[in-house]
């Protein structure tokens, strides 16, 4: 292959496309284990499950859409708002659990009154446990993650299937770069983050330049690969 | 848009909606994914149990293991061997749920022999009478997501560029993510802990103290799929066939080719209206259920 200015251009997207995943995995409010049992507050599974399922939800789309078009922004719009549909409609579902089988009221442990709706929080919170439910706070920060992941798959998918035009080679690897970063941000936060509004998303920095470093290597590889199959 | 094509996106829909339902009750069958940490917790704290107990991996993996597996054989046999599609569909799907029993067998003998210690048994009626059910579920699941992915690739009018196994992948990745966010708060949030006061998640200091009796007898699994069929499962069928409805429904009703940015303004419309219903949920739990009369701070509820 040759190595000119469109390969650097093609490594940046990957970079760029690495990065948003490795951002959006902090906006995605999940707790765990706890949150399975309304111990905390969040979508109860891990992080990278739920970033993943709505992160290639969004690459679907985004593949279908560039299988008609390339218009980069429509490529780009259409992977976050199908991320963005399921990210949604998983919470939406979720909430429905939490307020009419487990019967309780929605509350965050880490903040006192929702920056959103102004809702107070603490007098919500049942004994013993760290909050529960998917209030609206948590709500906008999974959808704004769900669909910087299911843009930056997008930014992966893209130069990828430029580069060697075949769809399902680069959506494997659009898949393997996306599960790389949304682990390592997934490290960062420890397992369990609340939203923007948790202290530890003030460590989204330290992710930040791992996933570079992880998405440079990544991309380096990634280009070489120019098909074949 | 025509009507042939918006019957096959009704049908993904519905095909959507079954998958999520069985993949949420193939994992409370089986206890699998955030709350069987309370199950395996179980026996440690002194409370051997009759629940089958597999955690084989988190459940998007697992999933998409078994789709994969079953649109691969699926997609093998169709391009290989010209089989009728259903067949082949139903041959995949087969495969996969044997599988899904190898390694629910083996996590379940490795579980609970690793637990001898904590006086777990072993107990083989529940292997000869529960796996299969989870099998069953499994093949249910698996053969629903390989007919989506057949119906993407081969009978939509724009045929989706993936090739069928990773389609499969993926929505696989989607159903286990929806169902171990959705569904499995109703095993582990209400099921499990029913010997707890009703109206709050689970006080840290009941850890491990899941309910182990049933109506009559010592309880099983079947007995947790029993109670998860009347809303777990439906509502994960729910999330999953909205997102596989509503994602196909806007590229299908606007064509892409002319109409993008209709589709992507229509999916932007369809997040918000989310937002606004989660709200309304939000506001009905508060008003209904009240703060708790045990909080004793300042802050006015």
Same mark, same amino acid.
Not at chain 1, 62 to 81: E, H, P, Q
Not at chain 1, 161 to 173: D, P
Not at chain 2, 206 to 213: F, T, Y
């Given at each position: 292959?040759?190595?000119?200015?469109?390969?650097?251009?093609? %490594?940046?997207?990957?970079?760029?496309?690495?990065?948003?995943?490795?951002?959006?995995?902090?906006?995605?409010?999940?707790?765990?284990?706890?949150?399975?049992?309304?111990?905390?507050?969040?979508?109860?599974?891990?992080?990278?499950?739920?970033?993943?399922?709505?992160?290639?939800?969004?690459?679907?789309?985004?593949?279908?859409?560039?299988?008609?078009?390339?218009?980069?922004?429509?490529?780009?719009?259409?992977?976050?708002?199908?991320?963005?549909?399921?990210?949604?409609?998983?919470?939406?579902?979720?909430?429905?659990?939490?307020?009419?089988?487990?019967?309780?009221?929605?509350?965050?442990?880490?903040?006192?009154?929702?920056?959103?709706?102004?809702?107070?929080?603490?007098?919500?919170?049942?004994?013993?446990?760290?909050?529960?439910?998917?209030?609206?706070?948590?709500?906008?920060?999974?959808?704004?993650?769900?669909?910087?992941?299911?843009?930056?798959?997008?930014?992966?998918?893209?130069?990828?299937?430029?580069?060697?035009?075949? !769809?399902?080679?680069?959506?494997?690897?659009?898949?393997?770069?996306?599960?790389?970063?949304?682990? %390592?941000?997934?490290?960062?936060?420890?397992?369990?983050?609340?939203?923007?509004?948790?202290?530890?998303?003030?460590?989204?920095?330290?992710?930040?330049?791992?996933?570079?470093?992880?998405?440079?290597?990544?991309?380096?590889?990634?280009?070489?690969?120019?098909?074949?199959? | 848009?025509?009507?042939?094509?918006?019957?096959?996106?009704?049908?993904?829909?519905?095909?959507?909606?079954?998958?999520?339902?069985?993949?949420? %009750?193939?994992?409370?069958?089986?206890?699998?994914?955030?709350?069987?940490?309370?199950?395996?917790?179980?026996?440690?704290?002194?409370?051997?149990?009759?629940?089958?107990?597999?955690?084989?991996?988190?459940?998007?993996?697992?999933?998409?293991?078994?789709?994969?597996?079953?649109?691969?054989?699926?997609?093998?046999?169709?391009?290989?061997?010209?089989?009728?599609?259903?067949?082949?569909?139903?041959?995949?799907?087969?495969?996969?749920?044997?599988?899904?029993?190898?390694?629910?067998?083996? !996590?379940?003998?490795?579980?609970?022999?690793?637990?001898?210690?904590?006086?777990?048994?072993?107990?083989?009626?529940?292997?000869?009478?529960?796996?299969?059910?989870?099998?069953?579920?499994?093949?249910?699941?698996?053969?629903?997501?390989?007919?989506?992915?057949?119906?993407?690739?081969?009978?939509?009018?724009?045929?989706?560029?993936?090739?069928?196994?990773?389609?499969?992948?993926?929505?696989?990745?989607?159903?286990?993510?929806?169902?171990?966010?959705?569904?499995?708060?109703?095993?582990?949030?209400?099921?499990?802990?029913?010997?707890?006061?009703?109206?709050?998640?689970?006080?840290?200091?009941?850890?491990?103290?899941?309910?182990?009796?049933?109506?009559?007898?010592?309880?099983?699994?079947?007995?947790?799929?029993?109670?998860?069929?009347?809303?777990?499962?439906?509502?994960?069928?729910?999330?999953?066939?909205?997102?596989?409805?509503?994602?196909?429904?806007?590229?299908?009703?606007?064509?892409?080719?002319?109409?993008?940015?209709?589709?992507?303004?229509?999916?932007?419309?369809?997040?918000?209206?989310?937002?606004?219903?989660?709200?309304?949920?939000?506001?009905?739990?508060?008003?209904?259920?009240?703060?708790?009369?045990?909080?004793?701070?300042?802050?006015?509820?």
């Amino acid at each position: 292959m040759n190595f000119d200015i469109n390969t650097i251009v093609y %490594i940046l997207e990957i970079l760029v496309g690495g990065l948003l995943v490795g951002i959006g995995v902090h906006f995605v409010p999940v707790g765990g284990a706890p949150a399975a049992m309304a111990q905390a507050t969040g979508i109860g599974t891990g992080t990278v499950q739920l970033a993943a399922g709505s992160g290639l939800t969004g690459l679907l789309a985004a593949g279908f859409m560039m299988s008609v078009t390339d218009n980069l922004w429509l490529i780009l719009a259409s992977g976050a708002v199908g991320a963005g549909i399921m990210m949604g409609s998983t919470m939406l579902t979720g909430s429905w659990i939490y307020a009419y089988a487990v019967g309780a009221p929605f509350a965050s442990a880490k903040v006192n009154y929702d920056p959103i709706t102004g809702f107070s929080q603490p007098p919500y919170v049942a004994p013993g446990t760290v909050g529960q439910g998917i209030p609206t706070i948590c709500f906008v920060s999974g959808l704004i993650g769900g669909m910087m992941g299911g843009l930056g798959g997008a930014m992966i998918y893209y130069p990828l299937y430029l580069i060697n035009g075949n !769809a399902a080679l680069s959506a494997m690897f659009a898949i393997g770069i996306f599960l790389v970063n949304a682990v %390592i941000a997934s490290w960062n936060i420890q397992g369990t983050i609340e939203g923007f509004h948790d202290p530890k998303f003030k460590k989204w920095p330290f992710a930040f330049r791992a996933c570079a470093i992880a998405s440079i290597l990544l991309a380096l590889a990634a280009v070489l690969i120019t098909g074949g199959a | 848009m025509d009507a042939f094509s918006m019957g096959l996106i009704a049908a993904m829909g519905a095909l959507a909606t079954v998958a999520g339902a069985s993949e949420d %009750i193939e994992s409370d069958v089986g206890s699998q994914s955030n709350p069987n940490s309370q199950v395996q917790l179980a026996a440690q704290v002194g409370n051997p149990h009759r629940i089958y107990n597999k955690a084989i991996s988190g459940e998007p993996p697992a999933n998409a293991l078994w789709a994969a597996t079953a649109a691969m054989v699926a997609y093998t046999l169709i391009t290989a061997f010209q089989m009728p599609a259903l067949f082949a569909l139903v041959a995949g799907a087969s495969v996969a749920a044997l599988f899904n029993g190898v390694f629910s067998m083996s !996590a379940y003998f490795g579980r609970n022999s690793s637990q001898r210690r904590f006086n777990q048994w072993v107990y083989l009626d529940i292997v000869r009478y529960t796996t299969p059910s989870i099998m069953a579920h499994a093949w249910i699941t698996s053969f629903c997501i390989a007919t989506i992915s057949y119906i993407m690739v081969y009978m939509l009018p724009i045929p989706h560029p993936f090739p069928m196994p990773i389609i499969a992948l993926i929505w696989g990745l989607a159903v286990g993510a929806i169902g171990s966010s959705v569904g499995d708060i109703h095993y582990g949030g209400e099921r499990e802990f029913q010997n707890r006061q009703f109206g709050c998640g689970l006080n840290t200091m009941l850890s491990g103290q899941i309910v182990r009796k049933a109506e009559a007898g010592l309880r099983n699994s079947i007995d947790n799929a029993w109670f998860c069929t009347k809303f777990g499962g439906p509502a994960t069928g729910m999330g999953f066939g909205l997102t596989v409805f509503l994602d196909n429904w806007r590229t299908t009703v606007f064509d892409p080719v002319t109409q993008a940015s209709l589709a992507i303004a229509m999916g932007i419309f369809f997040i918000i209206v989310m937002v606004v219903y989660n709200l309304y949920i939000e506001k009905s739990a508060r008003r209904k259920y009240g703060p708790y009369p045990e909080y004793k701070g300042d802050i006015a509820a």
